[in-house]
């Protein structure tokens, strides 16, 4: 049988498991911040309950930190369209500016523009495409940003995006619904997912005739894995993902990947050095490393113009 009293620490005891002196020890318990009871006299504590404090201490210590960073503005915070240069970059990015971290979000681009707006992250990335001006990212950023002169937006590169299928190459919608090919689609608000319902509206298709419409995932390597393996026929992702899966890529065009960010931010230190990264010859490498990427306006001001 267990002996319980292990589990009872006395307060010199407590007091070297906590690191702490007895006078501190006992200021704990008269706040009621620890456990203890009388037994005869002497003060008794439980062991796993002082080991939850320690834990509970260094968790408090760890949030303390980053919330430090955050407001002495050493984190990064960008959320939007999910691209395989973005996870790569986050290490090289550190590894160049020791002094600051980059955390990224792939929730899709009109939500990174809306959590922009929201003051929810430092950087949005976007590339949605809008047909009807013909336009990258500025007809939605009109939408959430009434003066856009708020924002400064910086050209992170060009990639190529395209139909990933097995063996039969696929080059339009129609094609999936004649076929009754199964669709992988991905999140609504996502640039993908604009894509597909321009491509759709445009070739004269309804949601519902296209096969897995509703199936959604929320990166491109979701949209390879399930062409890959079998769960689904065919879907849209960049030709950076496709080209190491040996599935069969079909480019439908190169669209344009844009950084966004508050004007009242942009010359802070962190975004500043995220800035000089993307400018780097290291980061062009990154880009020129990887299939279906283009450079030609890496690290220029699109707007202001």
Known sequence: MKDESSDLLTVKEASRFLNINE???????KEGRLPGTKV??????PKAQLGQFVKGK???TVKKSFWESLVNKKVLLM??????????????FHKMFPDFILFSSSVGSREGIRLLKESFC????SHLY??????????????????ADELVVINLFYRTIGFVSREVAVQSMKECVDNKLRFINRQEGSGVRALVDHLIEDEGIKPSELTGYDTQVFTHYDVVRSVATGLTDVGIAAESVAVSSRLVFSPIFEERFDMVVKKEAFFDRHVQAFVEFIRSDHFRDLLDMMKGYNDRETGKVVYPK
């Open 40 to 45: 005869t006299g002497k003060w008794l504590f």
């Open 23 to 29: 006078k501190k020890l006992y200021a704990l318990v």
């Open 79 to 92: 959320c939007g369209s999910d691209d395989p240069v973005i996870s790569i970059a986050q290490g090289h």
């Open 58 to 60: 260094a968790l408090e």
């Open 122 to 125: 430092t950087i949005a990335v």
């Open 130 to 147: 809008d047909n009807k001006q013909d336009d990258f990212n500025f007809p939605c950023i009109r939408k959430y940003f009434q003066n």
